[in-house]
């Protein structure tokens, strides 16, 4: 016992955190000591020191209801008591059921079935997969990915394919599946992307066309055109392509409508859901698909099956988190606050645009995005000098390069995003 005592009251968490933790998107080598955060509430966290942060960007998308949400924690507490866990294959049970039958309100009409995995990476590896066996148990081979410029869609192997940053898939990239690339579609390239795209159509034994719906988040924010992704889903259905949507980031309202594809007019076969589907309480993801992509699958050859899965898939406290996050994304309470920040959003582009240290300012939904006239690296220096300015402020933002962007909980107050905007502006004004 008394070693343990020694332990816990000996060096502080960042230093015990130093001997045997291994961060993600880290160089230890020069990285500063992470920042122990030892509680959460609301649209707040609180380092071990007591400082509080506005948690600006969500934890990365995910705590839109805010954290330690009591109608979620409280969900979660009582499937807990009722069924904590049993393996999805062979079994089922009620939460996850619930869960596919609310989703299937407010997913694109054409959305039939329901696969669960564990994170938005591992959605995306299980729409390719699902993508290339629809083709081989038809006996096609389609070995050959379609995918935008830049986007990102999570660490794993086929959906490290599918993305396009080198400084995420660099060592990798002779390992990679076949993937042929276009630029995101704008008001001004529609023309040369889908001839681009015609050309791979032709050249190439295509299985599928992946891309994140009219944002392209790890990319910067960067927005995009959905009359032209609606012409390039087009192009690709008449070529029997099949579209798989990331709505990772986009999903759940943050662009101001559920989902991103409801901007369109054509809908993916495949749509990829996490972060926010169980608002960052538990790790669990979603990869739903048409009738049509689940029927190529039915036969009487076992080996036609989607022989995938993860242990935890459809993890009944996952689900009971999701069933309550969909409650409040449909409570008239936040939608009335969603609509009144993307309202304070688009009077802050207004205001910013202008300035002479502003390249682009943008807002879509509760996402905010606004690029610098300053050239830095992805994760260089002087982005961790922008980093260090916010959090100095108690505000948490995670620069993109030169981008700067906010994307709060649903939750946060006029008071905190007034603050965060004010940091904007004071940055603006001395780098």
């Known amino acids: 016992m008394s070693d343990f005592n020694d332990l816990i009251q000996g060096p502080n968490l960042a230093q015990r955190d130093g001997k ?12 500063a000591k992470p920042l122990a955060i030892v509680k959460a509430k609301g649209a707040l966290f609180q380092d071990d020191m007591g400082k509080t942060y506005i948690d600006g960007i969500a934890s990365w998308y995910t705590a839109m209801y805010g954290h330690g949400n009591p109608h979620i924690t409280a969900a979660m507490t009582k499937q807990m008591q009722e069924l904590d866990f049993v393996m999805f294959s062979g079994f089922t049970h009620r939460p996850a059921i619930e869960l596919s039958e609310r989703l299937m309100q407010i997913l694109p009409n054409n959305q039939a079935k329901i696969f669960f995995n564990d994170n938005g990476s591992t959605a995306v590896e299980a729409a390719i997969k699902m993508a290339l066996q629809y083709y081989h148990n038809q006996g096609k081979k389609r070995d050959t990915l379609i995918a935008f410029e830049d986007g990102f869609h999570g660490d794993t192997f086929g959906a490290m394919s599918a993305s396009g940053l080198s400084s995420y898939n660099g060592p990798f990239e002779d390992f990679l599946l076949k993937v042929e690339r276009i630029p995101a579609p704008t008001d001004t390239n529609l023309e040369q992307v889908l001839a681009r795209l015609e050309t791979i159509l032709e050249n190439n034994h295509c299985a599928a066309f992946v891309f994140e719906p009219l944002v ?53 076969d495949i749509i990829c859901l996490s972060k926010a589907l169980t608002a960052g309480m538990f790790p669990l993801s979603i990869t739903s698909c048409t009738q049509n992509v689940f029927d190529a699958f039915l036969s009487d050859e076992v080996a036609k099956g989607f022989f995938h899965a993860h242990t935890y898939s459809a993890h009944p406290i996952g689900c009971a988190a999701a069933l309550a996050g969909l409650d409040l994304l449909q409570s008239a309470q936040l939608l009335e606050r969603r609509v009144d920040i993307q309202r304070q959003h688009r009077a802050f582009v207004r205001n910013v645009h202008v ?40 505000i948490n933002l995670r620069p993109l390069g030169n981008t700067i962007y906010v994307l709060p909980p649903y939750v946060i107050t006029d008071a905190q995003l007034k603050k965060i905007y004010s940091a904007i502006k004071e940055l603006l004004e001395v780098f």
């Not at 960067?222 to 990331?246: M, P, Q, R, Y």
């Not at 982005?383 to 108690?394: C, E, N, T, V």
């Open 20 to 31: 045997h933790l291994w961060h993600p998107l880290t160089q230890h080598h020069t990285a």
């Open 216 to 268: 392209q988040g790890a990319a910067g924010m960067k927005f995009h055109s959905a009359k032209g992704l609606d012409a390039l889903i087009t192009s690709c259905k008449k070529a029997n392509v099949l579209c798989v949507a990331d709505e990772i980031m986009t999903g759940f309202g943050k662009t101001g409508k559920n989902f991103a594809c409801d901007y369109l007019d054509h809908q993916p």
């Open 355 to 394: 300035h002479p240290k502003v390249q682009n300012a943008r807002s879509l939904g509760v996402i905010l995005a606004i690029d610098l006239k300053l050239n830095t690296d992805r994760y260089g220096k002087l982005r961790d000098r922008l980093y260090a300015f916010f959090m100095q402020r108690g």
